[in-house]
């Protein structure tokens, strides 16, 4: 019997161009072409000013720990206990979840605040996730 | 909303607690509700105006043979009986009804004709978080302690304390799950669910039910109980992915509902006796007292773990045990409403004396909504 595995994102119509993005190692923010206000989710309109003409852009793909958790019980399909489950706050402003790799899953590695940058994972051949190292340097 | 023209004049919960193997979702919630008629002295003909969450309102009402001129199906998760109460209170007002009756049941437990909860791989929940392995309200509704903690200087011990307090409050009550007494040692030594938080950080699972019957206050002086007046309601709702709160340091939508309740009861802080805060997981009923501005954050770790909210402390907090230790069978707003009534009628087992006025308030989802009730009884 296959291993159960971690639950994949299924991409709309409004989403399809971020999973593109991370498909070609690129994680993509929108910004709003009236405000400048940087967003994510995705969405084909601005939530701060509801202007419907908006740029998708390639991020810096640079970040901080914000907060996280680390999950022992019960555990999601496809992944083993403990890991972390974290926030992260892009430099250009939104946050999003993702996992911390490359990084011991304690609370003693896992420093709020710690810089962090982006890391893509391949789940197949339509789906790559953007998850999250301690930057380098 | 006009202070104090609605009224509690039924409220109750299912005829046993924690665990009813025996029982289906849907029959605790008709065993709610034939208890609460009970308590309001009225027949389910009387009922003219019907509200619950999750199971649809023409589920339960067709279930229970009422025909109601006015329905409230609003699912925001825990909350939802508050904010089921302040559109009662707005209907009845407004004379859309004249008696309403809101149930909630959950066989949380025991999983008897529970309704599935999934989240879609098309959701914004389904891409941006079910993919990084979160599981259930434990690996979610934690996500932003240690952000609030390193922000406002909360320590492990300080909310470790919440468990412990309210621990001393379930010990009074004989309905409560969790009696023994235990340590801030105990919480800090427990089985790790997600860091920081340990097993009896986080609520229990159990089944169970309640419901409550409003009427306007002018009817409620007939009935057989001290009716319970309505004297302030707030509401609102922010996001279901707990990742994109505006912030950490606090919860939005607590900080609209509550001082919208509060402003509505022309009341301030001084004045609440009694205190109940939907407490899913301990951190909830500091990020409460910081939100509806009893004190600033910064205090709220201190202010509990010095004793204020425990039995005989000047604000009692969660006086049933909470959902940490009295009962938590999913959508625990229902039981901290319930407990906030018996302590305006004067008959909880853990009674504050001379308690005027109770403050309820709710959380829905991971901070995702939020309901605040202000109940008194003197009109």
Redesign the interface.
Same mark, same amino acid.
Not at chain 1, 6 to 12: E, L, N
Not at chain 1, 95 to 99: A, E, G, H, P, Y
């Given at each position: 019997m296959a291993e159960p595995a %971690? @639950?994949?994102?299924?991409?709309?119509p409004e989403?399809q161009d971020f999973?593109d993005g991370t498909k070609a190692g690129e994680l993509r923010l929108q910004r709003c072409d009236a405000c400048t206000h940087v967003y994510? #989710?995705p969405r084909p309109f601005c939530p701060s000013c509801a202007n419907r003409k908006v740029t998708s852009f390639k991020a810096s793909g640079k970040g901080k720990l914000?907060?996280?958790?680390?999950?022992? %019980? #019960?555990? @999601? #399909?496809?992944?083993t206990p403990?890991?972390a489950? @974290?926030?992260v706050e892009l430099d250009e402003g939104p %946050?999003?979840?993702?996992?911390i790799v490359d990084c011991p899953q304690t #609370?003693e590695a896992l420093e +709020?605040d710690m810089r962090l940058e982006v890391a893509f994972e391949k +789940?197949d051949d339509k789906i790559t +996730?953007p998850m999250f190292r301690p930057a380098k340097g | 909303m006009r202070r104090n023209q609605v009224a509690v004049v039924g409220a109750a919960e299912t005829t046993e607690l924690g665990v009813i193997p025996n029982m289906s979702q849907l029959q605790l919630h008709a065993d709610a509700a034939l208890n609460a008629i009970a308590d309001a002295g009225l027949k389910l003909s009387d009922i003219d105006g019907f509200a619950t969450a999750v199971e649809t309102p023409q589920q339960v009402c067709h279930y229970l043979g009422i025909k109601p001129t006015w329905v409230d199906g609003t699912s925001v998760g825990g909350c939802s009986f508050m904010l089921h109460v302040r559109h009662a209170a707005a209907a009845i007002e407004a004379g859309l009804c004249k008696t309403v009756l809101i149930t909630h049941a959950e066989s949380g437990k025991s999983m008897i004709g529970k309704l599935p909860r999934s989240i879609p791989a098309d959701s914004l929940q389904g891409q941006f978080e079910a993919p990084f392995g979160v599981y259930g309200p434990p690996s979610m509704f934690p996500i932003p302690v240690l952000r609030f903690m390193k922000t406002h200087g909360i320590t492990h011990e300080q909310i470790a304390m919440v468990a412990v307090v309210q621990r001393e409050w379930a010990a009074k009550n004989p309905r409560s799950m969790m009696k023994d007494p235990i340590t801030v040692a105990d919480v800090l030594n427990s089985r790790m669910i997600a860091y920081p938080f340990r097993l009896l950080q986080c609520c229990l699972v159990t089944d169970g039910g309640g419901a409550l019957i409003l009427t306007s206050a002018d009817r409620a002086k007939d009935f057989p109980r001290k009716p319970v007046y309505i004297l302030g309601t707030g509401e609102s709702v922010e996001t279901p992915m707990v990742s994109q709160m505006e912030t950490f340091d606090s919860s939005r939508a607590f900080k609209v509902a509550g001082p919208l309740a509060f402003k509505e009861a022309g009341i301030t802080h001084k004045d609440v006796d009694h205190l109940m805060i939907y407490d899913a997981f301990a951190h909830l009923p500091l990020y409460g007292l910081g939100d509806l501005g009893f004190m600033p954050y910064e205090e709220t770790g201190k202010f509990i773990a010095d004793g204020n909210t425990r039995p005989g402390g000047k604000l009692p907090l969660n006086t049933n045990g909470g959902g940490l230790s009295y009962m938590h069978s999913g959508m625990y707003g229902m039981y901290a409403l319930q407990e906030s009534v018996r302590q305006m009628r004067g008959i909880a087992p853990a009674q504050v004396k001379d308690a005027r006025i109770s403050v309820c308030h709710g959380v829905g989802g991971m901070f995702a909504a939020s309901g605040t009730i202000i109940f008194t009884n003197e009109r």
């Open positions: %971690r @639950a994949k994102p299924k991409p709309t989403t999973w994510f #989710p914000y907060s996280y958790v680390i999950n022992h %019980r #019960p555990a @999601a #399909p496809g992944f403990p890991y489950i @974290a926030v %946050r999003m979840m993702s996992n #609370p +709020l +789940l +996730l | -």
